[in-house]
Structure formats: structure tokens, C-alpha cells
């Protein structure tokens, strides 16, 4: 998958693993609510990512999702999903996926997941990523 970007500056800019099914499945299903323009997608695993000035390292991105707002602030983890979910007009998601209080239940989860999500992948991801392409394009 290519880098993606909209003609005006996106309000958050997420940086994942390209060559993780289940988390291309996540990027096409956010690409497909994307008709404002306000995320962009940058696959860390395209040749020159680190090059690119970025200022987030390859090693950091595979670990777990990073994505940076528009005014430069970076985000680790499970509130890149919330913020990428409230632009993608997925407020119950973006809601939930926010609350302060579930943050020791949520990141803990995201880390295990993450680190882990190339079994994961291997397992269901093709799977996932079939349905993604085939209904949500």
C-alpha cells in the first residue's frame, strides 16, 4: 500500500506496518471513511520511510501505531485508533476507545496485540483483509 496524503493538510497522519494484513485490513477500512481528507496513511515498511523525515523510527512505528495530528503531536497506541476513529465519524469507537479510565485495560491489550499481531495476521488476517478489500472499496 502507498503512502497516502490529501490535497490539504490531514488532521492526523497514521504510520503502519504495510505488510500486516489485519493492520492493511484497519487502513482500508479508515481509507473508505476518509472522504474529507483528514487522515493520511504512511506505510513505514516502504523503502526510504526513515528518510523521509518523519522523526518517528521505523523500529518505534513496527512496535505500535503512531500517528501525528496536525499541529505535530505524536501519539502512541490506542489513542491513534480513537482519534482516527472520531475523523472517521465513528464516534462510539472514538468514544470508547478514549476514556481515560479504561486506558490500564486498552494499552496493555494494544502492546500484547501489537506484539504479537504478525501471528495474529498469519492466522486470520488474510481473511480480514479479503472481506476489507471486497465490501469496503
Known sequence: MQT?????TPELTLYYDGQCPLCVAEIDFLQSRNAQGQLAFVDVTQTGFEAAGHNISCEAAMAQIHGRTADGQVLVGVPVFASAYRLAKLP????LLSRKWLMPVLQPAYVLFAKHRQAISKRIGPSVLKFSKRFLR
Open 4 to 8: 497516502t496524503t490529501a490535497t490539504t
Open 92 to 95: 462510539v469507537l472514538a468514544w
